[in-house]
């Protein structure tokens, strides 16, 4: 079958043809329907994370079950379901409470998931090791639901923590309309009454923001004038959450910039930007957190809300070959919403 690989650290992802897995006991195989693109493929494919190539890359999956190992009663072959990512130890506490994206054992695992360190989601067919890992989609389509597994759940799991402060007289800023905080400015106007803010450096990102039904959307190529344009909105209290989906040095300055007291600055993105944190900070109160991913419960809830029509990914569908294409594409900021591969 076709598939899409990581070969090693710097060197650009390969199309290859690789044999198709067979379920052993416990596993199932899944027939792919659509493999999210996301921006931390790019991450892999350029700095050293420790990932030991080859392995088949994507970690955003939805399908039909294609075949079922040995044992397995709990599922059909045919049924459509999304792939949970993050693939704990599946037996410590906080796996069992099924937050497998804290595992405690995650040191000592020999992957981190399927397209991370073991074979994804970019190909005809992928192996998932355990019926657990299995999400049911209903009637939604597997392939545009496919970023509700990454982009949806991790925008999803760090607003959830967020809910008690995002009172309706609080302020919220997203920064980076892309995969993720496309998703995050549907689930904070599903979730939440306070006053929601989009920014980023690209116009035609903070447009789509607008057609998401944001009111305020900022250009921040500028910080001065965006922190101003900020304070503005937000009065006296600052912003109470910010969420970052860039983790530049840039956002992340921007973020503790604009945050109030008692606040909380999230950074998702992934880019390096390191939070300068002292106590005897003006922003009294604020929490600095990284959350990382979502628990497999919480993926039930961003699939509920897709049910409901409450938030819906915008997809660009590519065929599989165009893979690098497609991540050059991403790579220079031309991906609406998400990028999925259909095989
Ligand atoms: P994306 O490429 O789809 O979107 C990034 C967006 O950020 C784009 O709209 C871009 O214009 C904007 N942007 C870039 N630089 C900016 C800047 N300096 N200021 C403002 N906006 C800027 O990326 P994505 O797939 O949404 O991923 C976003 C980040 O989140 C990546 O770093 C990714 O690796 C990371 N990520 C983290 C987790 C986690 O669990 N922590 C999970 C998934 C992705
Ligand atoms: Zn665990």
């Known amino acids: 079958m076709k598939a899409v690989r990581f070969i090693e650290t710097g060197k650009p992802a390969q199309l290859a043809d690789v044999p198709a897995p067979r379920p052993g006991p416990g596993q199932v195989s899944i027939k792919i329907a659509g493999a ?9 494919l350029d700095e050293e994370l420790g990932l030991k190539g080859p392995f088949v890359l994507g970690h955003e999956n939805a399908g039909h079950i294609a075949a079922l190992g040995e044992g397995v009663r709990e599922w059909r072959e045919g049924d459509a379901v999304a792939v949970y990512g993050p693939w704990g130890c599946g037996r410590c506490r906080t796996c069992q409470t099924s937050a497998e994206n804290y595992c405690e054992n995650h040191a000592s695992l020999a992957t981190m998931g399927g397209g991370l360190g073991s074979d994804g989601g970019m190909a005809e067919y992928m192996l998932v090791p355990s019926a657990r890992l299995l999400v049911a989609l209903g009637k939604l389509d597997p392939v545009a639901a496919a970023p509700l597994s990454d982009a949806a759940l991790t925008p999803y799991h760090a607003i959830k923590a967020a809910l008690p402060l995002l009172t309706p007289d609080a302020t919220v800023v997203v920064i980076g309309i892309g995969g993720l ?6 689930i904070l106007q599903a979730l939440t009454p306070a006053q929601l803010i989009a920014a980023d450096i690209d116009d035609s990102k903070l447009e789509h923001a607008r057609k998401l039904g944001v009111r305020h959307a900022i250009n921040t190529r500028d910080a001065d004038a965006a922190a101003a344009a900020i304070a ?24 503790a910039r604009i945050v109030g007291r008692n606040s909380r600055l999230t950074v998702v993105g992934l880019a390096g930007g ?3 944190y002292a106590a005897n900070n003006p922003q009294y109160g604020c929490q600095v957190t990284i959350p990382y991913w979502g628990s497999r419960t919480e993926l039930m809830e961003v699939i509920a809300l897709a049910a409901a029509g409450r938030i819906r990914a915008e997809v660009e569908v590519f065929p599989l070959e165009q893979a690098l294409d497609v991540y050059q594409r991403l790579r220079d900021g031309k991906i609406r919403g998400r990028a999925v591969l259909r095989p």
């Not at 905080?181 to 549907?186: E, L, P, R, S």
């Not at 503005?232 to 992340?252: C, H, I, S, Y």
């Open 36 to 44: 999210g693109v996301c921006h931390s493929d790019l991450h892999v």
């Open 181 to 186: 905080g496309h998703m995050a400015v549907q």
């Open 232 to 255: 503005d909105l937000a009065g006296p209290r600052g912003a109470t959450a910010v969420f970052d989906f860039v983790g530049a040095q840039a956002t992340v300055d921007l973020g």
């Open 274 to 276: 390191v939070v300068h």
